[in-house]
């Protein structure tokens, strides 16, 4: 499986973006994908999933209400819109994919481990 991020950039503090990724190769088998995201000398976080089937989706709190994940199955495509973006938000966003485990709590696949294909990443840089 091969995901491909798109969507980041440079945008104003409380404005918007919307990420894509695209996952390309054997994706029948996708259950969850999910976002995270790293900033510098930080750890990766996890931001968001959504089920690859049903309506399931689960957020860390700090983008409660201001990000929205959803997909497109007939694009094999997962997207995050970004909303009233922090200086906090700046980051690579990395896009993954998670084919190997399975739980009927979506918001069990918060950790990095649970995936198993991961995209390139897209930088986010929100100025204050």
């Known amino acids: 499986v091969q995901l491909q991020a798109s969507g980041g950039g440079l945008v104003q503090a409380g404005g918007s973006l919307k990420l894509s990724c695209t996952a390309s190769g054997d994706t029948d088998s996708t259950y969850v994908m999910g976002w995270f995201r790293q900033a510098p000398g930080k750890e990766r976080e996890f931001v968001a999933a959504?089920?690859?089937?049903?309506?399931?989706?689960t957020y860390t709190d700090s983008v409660k209400g201001r990000f929205i994940v959803s997909r497109d199955n007939a694009k094999n495509t997962m997207y995050l819109q970004m909303n009233s973006l922090k200086p906090e938000d700046t980051a690579v966003y990395y896009c993954a994919n998670s084919q190997g485990y399975f739980s009927y709590y979506v918001s069990d696949y918060h950790s990095g481990s649970k995936y198993d294909y991961w995209g390139q990443g897209t930088q986010v840089t929100v100025s204050s």
């Open positions: 959504i089920k690859w089937t049903g309506s399931d989706t």
